[in-house]
């Protein structure tokens, strides 16, 4: 290739352009719900531009259900955080469990959301380089979701701070009311007023929780979404910046596609759809999925996602991304989840980039607040030079990661830690 990583000049010029196409979907054409006109009006932009950039471009279609209005398990957790102190001397097991459903309820939350029944349909949008699209299957599938998320019912700066830390909170509490049940087990006599300020705190802690799932019951208008600048329209810039940089400087032997989803926050439905519809490519293509890369004072590479029987991204792409940048850092998701979690889950060699730090607490995290201005241009940076790094490591790596066997799709786990 022409172009070097290490290339301010280059660098910055990308940048800008990743700027401008954020400009355009978070500032122009604003929130982007799975199925909307505005998402239509996305796709159309992203596949008039991959075309002018010589792109085979495919828009396939996917089914999907929306973002429900409330969260079945996060309600039934603040059933029991509610009411878990006051039985905590009756039904001390029922307490004693408190902490652990806290543990397990954003996993199982997120495996609540996905397996509803599709209702709706939207598109994704996949470009491949003409000169390979009917010989192979790419060797490395960029990937960025399109649609955005159902804003927090919260306008209050304040209040999306005390959000945007809940769980860390009511984790706590429910840790108070596992130690005073533990007490109350081991037959120590437990001052009455102590119980009844830690039951209160417990039902305060699921009163919040309740009214932060029942508050957006009433049906969503497009104006109810994130502007979704930092998530995502900054990994789709950064992409777009990429694919055209990369349309002028194909490498040969090295064939690279980009996927642009649809419902991911619902989801993952438009990276399921496209594993559906794409058997073949499993045990040829590496998936590299970008999002929220514009904000945070850190980029990191996810490297598993879950508490409970956690799932694993790919160690050799770990390793990759690391040699591309020394000072990225590993992620655990344990409160949210990716396209990546899709493809690893399928057998694919996924992983997730994304930044973030002290700002993923932000109070512009899937709210009103998450526009253009939000943007961190250093961090653009940072996310396209270690992409640009992981691409020119890609041209030597690629026909020893994919053997002509193939590799197998069972997942390989690192050593427990």
Excluded at 222 to 250: I, K, Q
Excluded at 271 to 280: C, G, L, M, S
Excluded at 332 to 351: E, K, M, N
Aim: proline share 6%.
């Amino acid at each position: 290739m022409s172009w070097s990583p290490s290339t301010p000049e280059n660098i910055l010029r990308l940048v800008a352009r990743a700027q401008e196409h954020i400009e355009v979907l978070a500032g122009n054409i604003g929130p982007r719900p799975a199925g909307s006109l505005a998402e239509r009006q996305t796709m159309d932009y992203l596949s008039g531009l991959l075309l002018q950039w010589g792109y085979e471009v495919q828009r396939e279609p996917v089914a999907f259900a929306p973002s429900p209005r409330f969260n079945l398990p996060f309600l039934i957790g603040a059933l029991f955080l509610g009411v878990a102190g006051w039985v905590s001397a009756s039904f001390p097991f029922f307490a004693l469990a408190l902490p652990f459903l806290f543990m397990i309820l954003p996993q199982w939350s997120r495996r609540w959301v996905q397996r509803r029944k599709p209702t709706l349909w939207s598109e994704n949008v996949l470009a491949q380089q003409r000169h390979g699209i009917s010989e192979f299957a790419p060797s490395l599938l960029l990937c960025a979701h399109v649609d955005t998320a159902l804003a927090v019912p919260l306008r209050n700066k304040r209040l999306l701070r005390l959000y945007s830390r809940s769980l860390d909170i009511l984790q706590r509490f429910a840790w108070m009311i596992f130690a005073l049940a533990l007490l109350q087990t081991w037959g120590w006599q437990v001052a009455d007023g102590l119980t009844m300020a830690v039951a209160a705190l417990g039902s305060l802690g699921g009163l919040w929780l309740a009214f932060l799932q029942l508050l957006p019951l009433s049906k969503a208008s497009v104006s109810d979404y994130a502007p979704g600048a930092n998530d995502n329209a900054s990994g789709v810039g950064v992409l777009l910046a990429l694919a055209e940089e990369w349309a002028e400087h194909p490498t040969e032997g090295n064939s690279v596609a980009f996927l642009f989803t649809t419902a991911e926050e619902s989801g993952l439905y438009g990276a399921r759809q496209f594993i559906t519809d794409h058997p073949e490519w499993m045990n040829r293509t590496e998936v590299l999925c970008v999002d929220m890369v514009g904000n945070g004072d850190t980029l990191y590479y996810v490297a598993k996602e879950g508490v409970f029987n956690p799932l694993h991204t790919s160690p050799e792409l770990q390793t990759r991304l690391r040699l591309a940048n020394p000072a990225i850092q590993p992620l655990w998701h344990t409160l949210r989840s990716g396209d990546y979690a899709a493809f690893c889950q399928a057998g694919y060699r996924a992983i997730g980039l994304e930044s973030g730090g002290k700002s993923l607490t932000d109070w512009s995290y899937h709210s009103v607040y998450d526009t253009p201005e939000k943007i961190n241009a250093e961090r653009i940076a940072e996310g396209l030079r270690t992409l640009m790094a992981f691409l020119e490591d890609a041209k030597t790596t690629s026909s020893d990661v994919f053997p002509a066997e193939g590799f197998s799709s069972k997942m390989v786990r690192p050593p427990a830690e």
